[in-house]
């Protein structure tokens, strides 16, 4: 089975510009979530969607969003970017995404905000 | 989610055991305790997950106390290939559906020395 599997695995832009991260989730799997690493912060929780619907979402501003297809891949864009979005972008997939389950995580997209 | 505690690094000889604290003192009885790795320039990858017993599975053994306020991971025959950073984390049982975001402090740098 393949794993999750995110793109592009790295990516430079400038401030001010926009971006957008794929990532296709395990097959079978209908919750998809985001997170953002960065050394100082760690690793804190972006959204979480499930069947197209965005159905939790953490602390960041409006210029970060997201949307999911009905094949359960999902898309993280994130405007007018800012030197300190500079981080490691992760996606997590399971199968329902309730709490007791595992999450599998893909090996990020790494932006660099210059 | 209640938070963790956890040292900041540790070292192991190859083939021993490897013990991982967690302190989760403000634990309520309805959260899980979980914990996931990163290898450098990976995603997270899940480990064990338990809610009061000892856990045990092909990577690991979870350990809990009685009173839930503390766990240890154990890795039985630490290799090269375990440094990483480990992470342990709550997660508040939601059996109504909806992954909360999951919430990593700076976890525990695990160091497999030869």
């Known amino acids: 089975k393949a794993g999750v599997t995110q793109t592009p695995r790295y990516l430079i832009k400038t401030r001010g510009q926009q971006v957008t991260l794929s990532c296709s989730p395990i097959s079978g799997h209908r919750s998809v979530s985001w997170y953002q690493q960065t050394p100082g912060q760690g690793l804190q929780f972006l959204f979480e969607y499930f069947s197209e619907t965005q159905r939790n979402k953490g602390n960041f501003p409006g210029r970060f969003s997201g949307r999911q297809f009905s094949n359960s891949r999902s898309e993280m864009n994130v405007s007018t970017l800012e030197l300190g979005d500079s981080a490691l972008y992760l996606c997590?997939?399971?199968?329902?995404?309730?709490?007791?389950?595992?999450?599998?995580f893909g090996s990020g997209t790494q932006l660099s905000v210059l | 989610d209640a938070k963790t505690t956890q040292p900041p690094s540790m070292d192991c000889a190859e083939g021993r055991a490897a013990n991982l604290p967690c302190n989760h003192s403000t634990i309520s009885g309805n959260e899980y305790v979980y914990w996931y790795r990163q290898i450098h320039s990976q995603g997270p990858q899940y480990i064990i997950h338990g809610l009061k017993n000892n856990e045990t599975n092909e990577m690991a053994s979870l350990i809990i106390t009685e009173d839930r306020k503390s766990s240890t991971l154990i890795l039985p025959h630490a290799t090269l290939r375990d440094t990483a950073v480990y992470y342990c984390i709550v997660r508040v049982a939601n059996s109504g559906g909806g992954a909360d975001g999951l919430t990593f402090g700076k976890g525990t740098h695990l160091i497999i020395q030869p």
């Open positions: 997590a997939s399971s199968l329902q995404g309730i709490t007791n389950e595992k999450l599998f």
